[in-house]
């Protein structure tokens, strides 16, 4: 889209979509592409879910907007049921995962405030991490791509290694307020952190008076087979920031907090405009109506192994373009050997879609919706790709 009237922030595939069929989209020539991008984790359940539509287009011959000048029926509604299903005890709608995660760091911030501490305002994270696109949170990511050129880095964001929770605790000051973290980092590279880990923060947290914010922004609402990746560990965090699935591709997010956590954020200390809207409450609810039926969730961890599996011997199979299989439930990575970025063109080629992510990793993120009968087309199709990349390096050899 050179030469447009757009920003050229965006190195875009030369692919435009017309409509998509659950696990597929059809591009504008209708050639039919296997989507496991899913939107990077946000079409949760897939292209034009009839419950979504449904949930939507009645909505919006109704009412689309009132602002948080008023109530809004949905939001209750939706915030209820995710303090139900979580440890969760309050809730603030946002718009996209940035938003989410900028709430959770000023519900921290706030909480040690109305604490008598309000030296305590500083954040520790983990070197690989992913949190948005606003100041803060590249900040907060602390990843040097995205802070060049933005001016100072904001502060009160002290990062260390992934997984270095020895680092972590020695980085706990008088100053610090929270320890922020993906339970499974997705840019980062598909990289689960462990439960001990885990289980370790939330010690130094209820040692030291600090908060435990979860990043599930990516690798929640059933992407890891269960609701939230954290339930996994037994770990239950603070705060926790989620988006992407719960809109299934709808922009929304929320920040979810327990009623402690949240005791600073009282009228007039944070807003809103569009967060918690009545169309996103609908296809939010909606959302939850699939993935809490019973049997959802267990479905999508037979469909994760099935995949896993099937990766693993393709993996084994052509050694040389793919070193290993990473990840849980359908939030899987391709540990490349070569450049993601050409095995990834080289998916796209045999029709498939993927995303590529850190540490030379391709991700997998199929919709919770895909069925056995995709996963067995998408390893063809990857076995395909690997096999092409394969041939071309031994070609190259006897040369």
Excluded at 255 to 270: F, I, N, P, R, S
Aim: with cysteine.
């Amino acid at each position: 889209m050179s030469g447009s009237a757009l920003f050229e922030t965006f190195a875009r595939a030369p692919l435009a979509f017309d409509h998509g069929e659950g696990t597929w989209l059809v591009t504008d020539k209708g050639e039919r592409y296997l989507d496991f991008a899913g939107g990077i984790a946000v079409n949760s359940l897939g292209h034009s879910h009839p419950h979504l539509v449904a949930a939507l287009t009645e909505q919006a011959g109704k009412l689309w907007h009132v602002s948080n000048l008023y109530e809004i029926p949905q939001q209750r509604r939706l915030g209820e049921r995710l303090a139900d299903a979580t440890f969760a005890d309050k809730v603030f709608f946002t718009n996209s995962g940035a938003e989410a995660l900028e709430c959770a760091i000023k519900t921290a911030r706030r909480y040690q405030f109305v604490k008598g501490h309000p030296e305590r305002f500083r954040v520790i994270t983990f070197e690989g991490a992913f949190h948005g696109r606003t100041l803060a949170t590249i900040a907060a990511g602390g990843q040097y791509k995205y802070l060049e050129g933005f001016g100072p880095k904001v502060e009160g964001f002290d990062q260390v290694g992934f997984d270095d929770i020895d680092a972590a605790e020695k980085a706990i000051t008088s100053e610090t307020a929270a320890i922020l973290i993906e339970p499974v980092q997705g840019e980062g590279g598909i990289r689960p952190v462990p439960t001990q880990s885990l289980k370790r923060l939330r010690q130094l947290c209820d040692q030291h008076g600090l908060l435990l914010i979860f990043d599930e922004v990516q690798c929640g609402i059933g992407r890891t087979g269960k609701l939230f990746a954290h339930e996994w560990t037994g770990v239950t965090p603070d705060i926790m920031a989620i988006a992407k699935g719960i809109g299934g591709g709808f922009p929304m997010g929320a920040c979810l907090a327990t009623d402690e956590a949240a005791v600073g954020m009282t009228a007039g200390v944070h807003g809103t405009t569009f967060g918690g809207n009545p169309l996103a409450m609908a296809v939010g609810n909606a959302v939850l109506d699939v993935v809490l039926e019973d049997g959802f969730l267990e479905d999508v961890q037979r469909k994760a192994l099935l995949l896993k599996q099937g990766l693993a011997g393709v993996a084994d199979e052509f050694p040389d373009v793919i070193e290993g299989i990473r990840g849980t439930g359908l939030m899987l990575g391709l540990k490349c050997v070569m450049p993601n970025t050409k095995v990834n063109m080289a998916l796209r080629d045999q029709h498939f879609l993927a995303v590529p992510a850190g540490d030379n990793v391709i991700r997998l993120l199929p919709p919770l919706t895909v069925t056995d009968a995709e996963i067995s087309e998408a390893l063809d199709r990857i076995r395909a790709g690997a096999k092409g990349l394969a041939d071309a390096i031994a070609a190259a050899a006897a040369k």
